[in-house]
């Protein structure tokens, strides 16, 4: 936690106009239950993040010309994405733009690679939750 939204808090207040020492020290042991409720709702969002960013399974969306795309959780950092389009949409969807597009999502890519099969060109990419803490 930091100490400058308390100094902003006691300089906004000072501003306003000038207030004894025991004011102050209550506004200050009123605000500090606010930013412990505000702590303590941020813990609960990373946790619920930390717990869905990667559960175990695959999943997959299909359209007719659409790109496939799959991700399946290899553990709890690691995921790897599979991307299968028709091989005249490559150009459409480059695998750059499928990397900046991950990465834009927080995700660190560890490393890639691509093929081609028949009409499919088939994009592969390993990549990492970034965890900021």
């Not at 506004?27 to 303590?40: D, G, T």
């Not at 150009?91 to 081609?116: F, H, Q, W, Y």
């Amino acid at each position: 936690m930091s100490i400058e939204p308390i100094y902003l808090f006691l300089q906004l207040t000072v501003l306003q106009k000038k207030l004894s020492i025991p004011i102050t020290v209550s506004r200050v042991l009123k605000y500090i239950p606010e930013l412990q409720k505000q702590v303590e709702g941020l813990e609960k969002k990373k946790e619920e993040l930390t717990r869905a960013s990667c559960k175990p399974g695959v999943l997959t969306m299909r359209e007719n010309t659409a790109p496939i795309v799959s991700a399946t959780c290899i553990d709890d950092r690691d995921i790897m994405v599979q991307v299968s389009l028709v091989s005249t949409m490559a150009g459409d969807l480059p695998m750059s733009k499928c990397i900046n597009v991950l990465e834009n999502e927080g995700l660190r890519l560890i490393s890639s690679s691509t093929s081609a099969f028949q009409n499919r060109t088939f994009y592969s990419l390993h990549v990492q939750v970034h965890i900021c803490l």
